[in-house]
Each structure stands twice: as C-alpha cells, then as structure tokens.
C-alpha cells in the first residue's frame, strides 16, 4: 500500500470506524495520542477527549454515521481534505437543545495532517452548524 492509500484509509476509517461504528480500538490505532480535533466552536486536545466526544455524540444522534463519496478524500503528501456528510437522529440534548427526534444530516469539510509515523496529528473541521442548529430547533440559541 502506497503512502496516499494508507493516508486515504485512515481518513476514511476516521469516519467509518470511529465516527459511524463508535470503534474506540480503531481510534487507537489511526489517531496520534497527542491528537487535535479543531471545531468552530470547540478544541479537542487529545485523542482520549476525541473518544469522549464521539461517544457522547453517539448517544446523542442515534444511528450517527458519517459517509464520504468515492473521490472526495484528497490526499498530498502529510495533509488531506475529506468533504462527508452526517445523518443522524437528534435523541438526546446537544449544546443545550434539548432531543427533537429529528432527522438530521449536514455537510462539511475536514482538513487532516499526519505525523511522522503516519497517524493522523490532527483534523480541522469546517460544517454547517448552523443547518443543524435549525433543524433541531436550536438556532434561538445562536440569534436569541
């Protein structure tokens, strides 16, 4: 397997094993331990608090899962990009909205680096929080 491919699958197994499966095992495996997950509104600063996350949205969104099409993982060198989209339904209180049981799904773009070794250093991530706000009925939240 090429550098690229190896890259392309930890991206992919990112959002397939950790994200959509809840697979702590494979965070292990793919993510640096000094891991940096980047949101708008919030920094993760290692990879034991990105299992925390993950777990606690899990239990938020039910059948959370995270899908990237065929060609829209990029990789360069120790960087990639990935654009995915998310479906889930909304059970359980998020940034203070309290379960709508809607179906939800959004879209974003997430900017990946690696270490050395080749795990996954960090993730950048830039969504549309604001179409998930509004759809679980929280955007008074963000404009009062």
């Not at 990105?50 to 606690?56: D, G, R």
Request: glycine share 8%.
């Amino acid at each position: 397997m090429t550098k690229r491919d190896d890259r392309e699958t930890k991206v992919r197994r990112f959002y397939d094993d950790v994200w959509s499966r809840g697979d702590m095992d494979a965070a292990d495996e793919i993510l640096d331990p000094d891991f940096r997950f980047l949101l708008t509104f919030l920094t993760i600063e290692d990879r034991e608090a990105l299992k925390a996350l993950v777990s606690y949205n899990r239990g938020v969104f039910e059948g959370l899962t995270y899908t990237c099409a065929a060609g829209d993982v990029v990789v360069d060198g120790d960087s990639a990009a990935a654009y995915w989209t998310m479906k889930a339904r909304h059970v359980g209180e998020w940034r203070k909205v309290p379960a709508s049981h809607a179906d939800v799904s959004i879209q974003g773009l997430s900017f990946f680096r690696f270490s050395a070794d080749g795990s996954i250093r960090d993730v950048r991530v830039h969504n549309d929080v604001l179409g998930l706000m509004l759809q679980i009925g929280g955007a008074r939240l963000l404009y009062g």
